[in-house]
């Protein structure tokens, strides 16, 4: 398969396998009409070759694993799929599926396909859903931001996938890959990670900024999570981070993220109105996934897309909508402000840099109420010296 070629317009049709909708009709446990898989079919055949006018989300499926120096074909997204169209409808949404990534002749090839799929779809202002595969194709996706100095990524995951030492990319160092390559990363954040398999060590190897919580503080507030992924352009989400006993894999892991948890985050992310790209990965950990991680996998892409649905689409430098709070504190020359959506409840805060640029960034309440004690957040002095660096 060739190489994408950077362009303004992309035929992307060769690239994929299409998607067979007939196959998946008598799978549905109601009127094919009412379900998932009829809204994204009757966008999918309307498409005119070449021409994705309109489009909010478009569907990708990756489906091959890479392990060690080969790659293996999987069945998982055409399985996801199964799942996946089978849940209902969720009334009017432009979204499509172009099917599965044609494999190259390489890991290389395909991480390269994968990035420069995003990378369109990202300039259409299409949210593109990756899923099937193994975690390492993240690095292909990350790859498609490289020259976004701004860049924010998330994964959510039981581990920290980084290594020393020369290897060859996987699922388990894909991160060390990432950071090597995106050295000014500006920010990354991992959620759900598990202490016991995580040394403190470990997030000394990683870049940018970063919002890191583990699954026992996610636990406590789910919540915090949020304005993480608010300001995230790129979530992946590992099944590993979930209990075994909510999606059975071979780490066997007794610990993890719960179903409805796991459900939530997705729909925080799916709401979030920076995010390009989510992507699911790990469904093939071990033997091929049974029907409960199936399942599961296919709900989470289901509340993503309930999150997407309910945008807010409104930015607090437009200031129609938002309630506007100026702190002052001692240490600082200048005032804090903070606005809040006054429908949604969600908060920004805003930076300015040393060049004048004014930047607004996800936050919570209680970064407000930090400051409101006087005390200058943590968070809003990060992203003040990391933008400062960037605009030098």
Request: charged share 20%.
């Amino acid at each position: 398969m060739p190489l994408f070629l950077k362009a303004k317009k992309m035929n992307l049709f060769p690239y994929f396998d299409a998607v067979d909708f007939s196959q998946y009709v008598d799978d549905v446990p109601f009127a094919w009409k009412y379900s998932m898989g009829a809204t994204i079919e009757k966008n999918t055949v309307k498409l005119q070759e070449g021409r994705l006018k309109n489009i909010e989300l478009a569907i990708v499926g990756v489906p091959f694993n890479s392990k060690h120096d080969d790659f293996k074909r999987t069945a998982t997204p055409d399985k996801l799929r199964k799942a996946f169209y089978g849940l209902a409808g969720v009334g009017k949404l432009n979204i499509i599926d172009l099917g599965n990534l044609k494999a190259s002749t390489s890991h290389k090839g395909n991480y390269l396909a994968l990035r420069d799929v995003v990378d369109y779809l990202s300039e259409l202002d299409i949210v593109t859903i990756v899923f099937g595969g193994s975690q390492d194709y993240s690095y292909g996706i990350c790859q498609a931001f490289q020259s976004n100095p701004f860049f924010s990524f998330s994964t959510i995951d039981a581990f920290l996938d980084v290594k020393k030492g020369v290897e060859s990319l996987s699922s388990t160092n894909y991160l060390s890959q990432v950071f090597k390559a995106l050295p000014d990363l500006f920010q990354f954040n991992l959620l759900a990670y598990q202490s016991h398999y995580v040394p403190d060590v470990y997030f000394e190897k990683t870049k940018g900024i970063g919002v890191h919580l583990r699954l026992g503080k996610l636990r406590d507030n789910i919540a915090d999570a949020e304005p993480v992924l608010r300001n995230s352009d790129f979530l992946t989400f590992d099944m590993a981070a979930l209990k075994s006993s909510e999606a059975p894999n071979s780490l066997n892991l007794p610990n993890g993220l719960y179903a409805d948890e796991a459900c939530q985050l997705m729909k925080y992310a799916g709401a979030s109105n920076r995010l390009k790209v989510f992507g699911l990965f790990g469904l093939n950990i071990g033997e091929e996934p049974g029907e409960l991680s199936l399942n599961l996998a296919a709900q989470l892409v289901w509340y993503f897309v309930q999150g997407y649905l309910i945008r807010d689409r409104r930015e607090p430098e437009q200031g129609d909508g938002f309630s506007v709070y100026s702190v002052e504190i001692p240490e600082l020359p200048a005032p804090l402000v903070f606005y809040k959506n006054d429908t949604t409840g969600q908060w920004w805060v805003q930076v300015q840099a040393i060049n004048n640029e004014t930047r607004y960034f996800a936050c919570s309440e209680k970064d407000y109420e930090v400051a409101s004690s006087n005390e200058i957040p943590e968070l809003w002095l990060k992203y003040v010296q990391k933008t400062d660096e960037i605009v030098k």
